[in-house]
């Protein structure tokens, strides 16, 4: 199995097209999918119904919608980055969102987001970027040691 991308979107359609784009790239992914930040706080936590992590696996990215219902994503963003659990504030964060205003994205940065994509863009592109994307947060990145070498050690 690939890398794992939590998909927290609540529009079924805005979903399904990222879906598409992620399966069409050339990324081997698990793609996991919540509907709200209530559940994406479940899903990291791993409890309630997202406490079998065969079923439910830990994500290495998620995808954040920022216009989300009970817990929205900015703060569902700053949870995460600030209570959520330990091992797990590491988690890469794209934000894809509708917005592409200089504030909601200096925001979604400022609480700890690693990435910005706005669904604005025509198909092609946003296809195209959702595959840099994904090649490059499953592919390329250096995932950080679970424990950090000690100064001197």
């Known amino acids: 199995m690939g890398t794992t991308f939590l998909l927290v979107e609540d529009d079924p359609a805005d979903a399904t097209l990222l879906r598409e784009a992620l399966n ?70 794209v934000v894809v969102s509708a917005t592409n205003r200089a504030e909601d994205v200096n925001r979604a940065y400022d609480l700890g987001a690693n990435s910005f994509i706005a669904k604005s863009l025509g198909w092609l592109e946003f296809k195209e970027r959702i595959h840099g994307m994904a090649a490059y947060w499953s592919q390329y990145r250096r995932i950080l040691p679970r424990d950090p070498p000690r100064p001197g050690a």
Do not use: M
Request: hydrophobic share 45%.
């Open 24 to 93: 069409e790239g050339a990324v081997d992914c698990d793609i996991q999918s919540v509907n709200n930040g209530v559940d994406a706080s479940l899903y990291v936590k791993g409890e309630a119904k997202f406490a079998d992590r065969t079923k439910f696996p830990v994500p290495q990215v998620i995808l954040l919608d920022l216009n989300l219902p009970l817990f929205n994503g900015f703060e569902f963003l700053e949870w995460l980055r600030t209570q959520g659990p330990v091992p797990h504030r590491q988690i890469a964060v």
